[in-house]
Structures are given as C-alpha cells and as structure tokens.
C-alpha cells in the first residue's frame, strides 16, 4: 500500500474521480438534451458534438503540453476545472426552447477547453511522484478513478435529474418542461462536482 505515499496520487485520482464524474454526465445529459429537447435525431444529435470533439482533440494534441510545459500541471488543471464548471454551469440555464448556436455550442467549447486541460495534467499530477517501477501501478489506479468517477457520478445525477423531473410532473408541470428542469439539474449537480474537484486540486495538489 505504498503506492499511496506518492505525493498527489491521491488528491490526484480524486480529482480525476470528480471529474469523470462531470463530464461522463454531461455527455450523457447533453445527448438527451438534443433529442428529448430540441428533437435533434440521433445522427444530428453526433453532429452537434462534433465541434466539442474535433475542439478536444485538437487542443489535447497540439496545445495542452505546452501549456503543462510551461505553466505546470497544477495550474492547468485549476483553470481547466473552472471552466468545465463554467460550461456546465451554462448548460444548466439552456431552455426548453434552445437554439445549438445559442445554447449549445458556446457552452460545449467551453466545455472543451476544460476537459483538455484538465484530462492530461490529471494524469501527470497523479504518477509524476511515483518511482519508474511504480509509475504502471499509478496509471492503472488513475483510470481505475476515472472509471469508477464515471460510472458513480452518472448513477448519482441521473436519480438527481429524475427526482427533480418527477417532483415537477407531480405538480401538474408540462411534461416537456419538467424534463428540461430535470437537465438543467443535472448540468448544475454536476457543476458543483467540478468546483469541489477545483478546490481539492488547488489546496491538495
């Protein structure tokens, strides 16, 4: 059990726990905004998240080491966990009646930005005080957290968003309008987790 002597390994797998538990959620919430919302089918549903992923992979490879190199990996992930709360904290005001220009896209490449500077950085927090023979063990405990982030978080704000769907439905709102209430919810629950994950990694990291 040394492996959790290292320093930030564990505030690191934490913070990478939050975030999974963000953003899997936002994803998941997103795509049901788009369909069950704005009634996009399913292949304009994908289309729609493209800029968010062409924005990610773009940024990941060509920007975010750099930025590591230059500003630290701490830094990085403080500002990129501020605005994946920023993006997320947009998606909680989108209305029943949104637009993709509008509502969406500002608020996804926003999220982008967030995501990629904060994934890589995570990583490298967590292992980069482990010895060469412990660094295998440090990254499969990394996307272990991630993993278990992920799946813990969507279980946790899914019955969050369909509470607060429910709630409303039983007080006689419109069907359309208690689900958006229940996304809105959702997009703000998991807004909180990123700020607490921004906190944690600026006292703990």
């Given at each position: 059990?040394?492996?959790?002597?290292?320093?930030?390994?564990?505030?690191?797998?934490?913070?990478?726990?939050?975030?999974?538990?963000?953003?899997?959620?936002?994803?998941?919430?997103?795509?049901?905004?788009?369909?069950?919302?704005?009634?996009?089918?399913?292949?304009?549903?994908?289309?729609?998240?493209?800029?968010?992923?062409?924005?990610?992979?773009?940024?990941?490879?060509?920007?975010?080491?750099?930025?590591?190199?230059?500003?630290?990996?701490?830094?990085?992930?403080?500002?990129?966990?501020?605005?994946?709360?920023?993006?997320?904290?947009?998606?909680?005001?989108?209305?029943?009646?949104?637009?993709?220009?509008?509502?969406?896209?500002?608020?996804?490449?926003?999220?982008?930005?967030?995501?990629?500077?904060?994934?890589?950085?995570?990583?490298?927090?967590?292992?980069?005080?482990?010895?060469?023979?412990?660094?295998?063990?440090?990254?499969?405990?990394?996307?272990?957290?991630?993993?278990?982030?992920?799946?813990?978080?969507?279980?946790?704000?899914?019955?969050?968003?369909?509470?607060?769907?429910?709630?409303?439905?039983?007080?006689?709102?419109?069907?359309?309008?208690?689900?958006?209430?229940?996304?809105?919810?959702?997009?703000?629950?998991?807004?909180?987790?990123?700020?607490v994950a921004t906190v944690i990694a600026a006292v703990s990291i």
């Open positions: 059990m040394s492996i959790f002597k290292v320093p930030n390994l564990s505030a690191g797998n934490i913070v990478m726990a939050l975030l999974a538990s963000a953003w899997i959620p936002l994803w998941f919430f997103l795509n049901l905004y788009l369909q069950q919302t704005l009634h996009y089918s399913a292949f304009n549903s994908g289309l729609a998240l493209l800029p968010m992923t062409l924005a990610i992979m773009f940024l990941m490879v060509g920007v975010t080491g750099k930025l590591v190199a230059k500003f630290g990996f701490k830094s990085n992930m403080i500002v990129g966990l501020l605005a994946l709360a920023g993006s997320l904290i947009l998606f909680s005001l989108v209305p029943s009646d949104g637009t993709f220009v509008a509502n969406v896209l500002p608020a996804s490449l926003l999220g982008a930005v967030g995501m990629s500077l904060t994934y890589i950085p995570g990583i490298v927090a967590s292992v980069s005080g482990a010895k060469p023979e412990e660094t295998g063990l440090a990254s499969g405990l990394v996307n272990t957290s991630y993993q278990v982030g992920s799946a813990l978080g969507l279980a946790i704000i899914v019955a969050i968003s369909a509470a607060k769907t429910n709630t409303l439905k039983m007080a006689g709102e419109v069907e359309a309008t208690a689900l958006n209430s229940g996304f809105q919810t959702a997009f703000f629950s998991a807004g909180i987790i990123c700020i």
